[in-house]
């Protein structure tokens, strides 16, 4: 791209222009002509003085810019005696026309005449500065004489006889004479007399130093190295910086963490005193709320023996009549008979094999009750294991019994005596509140290895009863899951009571006392766990390891594993005695 406007016809000119012997006569004296080109640069040699391209000094077309020197046009010619031809000039480089300070008119071949920029000689362009730096120092020229000069182009700079430094990726080089142009991109230039001096400029991470065209080794070196402090520092700073970043976030998360840890301190401090007052403070349930003494009934499932019997025992006390349903009829016939001498109170039985899921059983216990102002539904009827087993080894029927009994049993019981409860309730236009109690366990609150099936069971009631009680709260009817440890009874075959395994008499107590309170179960919806030893086991657990770490689990492995091996000791030993 030229920036000078020379005409087309001069530039065919010096397109064609070879390597010839001058005329004196057609060119005003002895020279030569001679061109080089390399990409987009051309330099046209010095010749003699006199007519068109007989004279001058040169011809020199940069990147992205041109100059042309004496001896192009008319003797002395364009930009006479020019920047290669021996006069005084000056190019500025990338993007930039030429710019001129003091330089000699060869067109007559009188080297006294000189020109300023501010004063254009014949056939000259005024000056175009655009861009860059002029430093120079003039010399009057000669036709073959090459000037010194300066230039400062892309990323680098020229000095006449000095260095130049080309274009992006161009290194240093050094010059003595007249230059033949390089490769805007950073081509290996060539030196008119093919030599070229030492690299005194280097490649630096400063770029500065290259855009200065600082040659001066120990000032680079010094800058360079104060360029790697800065560049180092900077590094640094940005580390810092990162840091501080890393830091805040880290405090964040710790004022996060330490306002929920102060909540979780707040709410455990007031679930303990809520503890404390079901426990200890707040006074016993009226069951007159259920219809207590007004004829109501209540139905309890599993009533034949342990916690079964006394749920039917103490509602009878408060005043219900009570359905007593238990897979042996001898049994029921009995705790019958005991319950209306002592309580006053009305029966029912229903023999009730919950191990079969049998439709039989259920359309029997709908037939029984399908007329009772039923308010209370107790759904313990549940099977364990027989001793703490791997659940590989669990025997096939001992499993589907726990499944059925537990789970199966308990829903199709629900949904037999529910819509009754809540029949009752509407009759009476809600002035009385139903209920039903569902019995949990630590098996379910605690996934208990050795136990795994009636574990799964249990936590299954735990998640069902507490749906369950959403749905009927708006119905009048307060659906509870009851939560025990161990109690004296033939499930438990534990015999020995302690502060921690109470007997029948005392858990229900406990349960029908805080109805509708979650006593160790405050973290938990529509969940209770009555009585006091196992109310602070389970809030003591809940909010330190958690129900369901590894913690918790490990424990409960080992002290299973410990029981089945005594367990199986003690069968070892009673089938030896029997052999015996």
């Known amino acids: 791209m ?159 006889r000095g260095n130049f430094r080309g274009g992006a990726n161009a290194g ?71 840091s501080k970043l890393k830091l805040e976030s ?26 404390i007052a079901d426990l200890f403070i707040l006074p016993p349930v ?16 599993g009533a034949s023996d342990g916690i079964g019997k006394e749920y039917a025992f103490q509602l009878a006390k408060k005043g219900l009549n009570v359905v007593l349903v238990s897979r042996t009829q001898s049994k029921l016939e009995l705790i019958a008979t005991e319950i209306e001498t002592k309580y006053k109170v009305e029966t029912k039985i229903v023999a009730f094999d919950a191990s079969t899921d049998n439709d039989d059983n259920y359309l029997g216990l709908r037939d029984v009750i399908s007329d009772l102002p039923i308010t209370v539904l107790v759904n313990n009827v549940g099977q364990s294991h027989s ?27 629900t949904q037999v005596v529910a819509p009754l409860i809540i029949s009752t309730v509407n009759k009476e236009k809600k002035k009385v509140r139903g209920l039903i109690l569902t019995m949990g366990s630590f098996g379910g609150l605690l996934p208990t ?26 119905q009048g009817i307060d659906v509870e899951l009851i939560i025990s440890y161990l109690v004296t009874s033939a499930m438990s075959k534990i015999k020995r009571t302690s502060a921690t395994i109470p007997n029948p008499k005392q858990f229900v107590a406990a349960t029908l006392r805080g109805v509708g309170r979650r006593n160790g179960a405050q973290d938990r919806f529509a969940t209770n766990t009555p009585y006091w030893s196992h109310a602070f086991m389970h809030f003591g657990i809940a909010n330190t390891v958690g129900v369901y770490s590894k913690v918790a689990n490990t424990l409960n492995f080992n002290m299973h594993r410990a029981i089945r091996k005594r367990a199986l000791k003690r069968a070892e030993r009673l089938a030896a005695e029997k052999k015996d």
């Open 2 to 160: 030229a920036l000078d406007n020379t005409p087309s016809t001069s530039n065919s000119n010096i397109s064609t222009a070879t390597t010839s012997a001058g005329n004196a006569s057609a060119n005003g004296g002895a020279g030569e002509s001679t061109t080089y080109r390399e990409n987009n640069t051309s330099y046209r040699g010095r010749g003699g003085s006199g007519a068109a391209r007989g004279g001058g000094d040169g011809y020199y077309r940069g990147y992205y810019g041109e100059r042309r020197g004496g001896g192009y046009s008319s003797g002395g010619g364009r930009y006479g005696g020019g920047y290669y031809g021996g006069g005084r000039g000056n190019y500025t480089g990338y993007n930039s026309s030429n710019h001129r300070e003091n330089y000699t008119d060869h067109r007559s071949g009188d080297p006294s005449v000189e020109h300023t920029s501010e004063e254009a000689g014949p056939n000259e362009e005024p000056p175009n500065h655009t861009t860059g730096e002029v430093e120079e120092t003039a010399r009057s020229g000669s036709a073959g004489h090459h000037g010194t000069g300066s230039y400062r182009g892309y990323r680098g700079g020229y000095r006449g």
């Open 286 to 301: 009226n069951f007159k709320k259920y219809g207590a003494k007004t004829g109501k009934w209540a139905v309890v499932t």
């Open 449 to 474: 290895p050795y136990l795994a099936t009636y574990s799964g069971s249990k936590a299954f009631l735990q998640a069902w009863s507490n749906a369950l009680a959403g749905e009927l709260k708006p």
């Open 387 to 413: 001793i703490p087993v791997p659940f590989l080894e669990t025997d096939e029927q001992e499993l589907n019994d726990i499944i059925t009994i537990n789970n199966t049993a308990t829903l199709k019981i």
């Open 172 to 242: 240093p080089y050094h010059y003595d004479a007249k230059y033949t142009g390089n490769d805007s991109k950073g081509g290996t230039p060539r030196h008119y007399k093919d030599t070229i001096a030492n690299d005194k400029l280097k490649s630096f991470n400063n770029p500065w130093i290259n855009i200065m065209g600082i040659q001066d080794e120990s000032t680079q070196t010094k800058l360079e190295s104060r360029f790697n402090e800065l560049s180092k520092l900077d590094k640094e700073i940005l580390n810092l910086q990162k």
């Open 250 to 275: 880290n405090v964040s998360s710790l004022d996060k963490q330490a306002v929920r840890e102060e909540l979780h301190v707040q709410l455990t401090t007031e679930n303990f005193i809520s503890l």
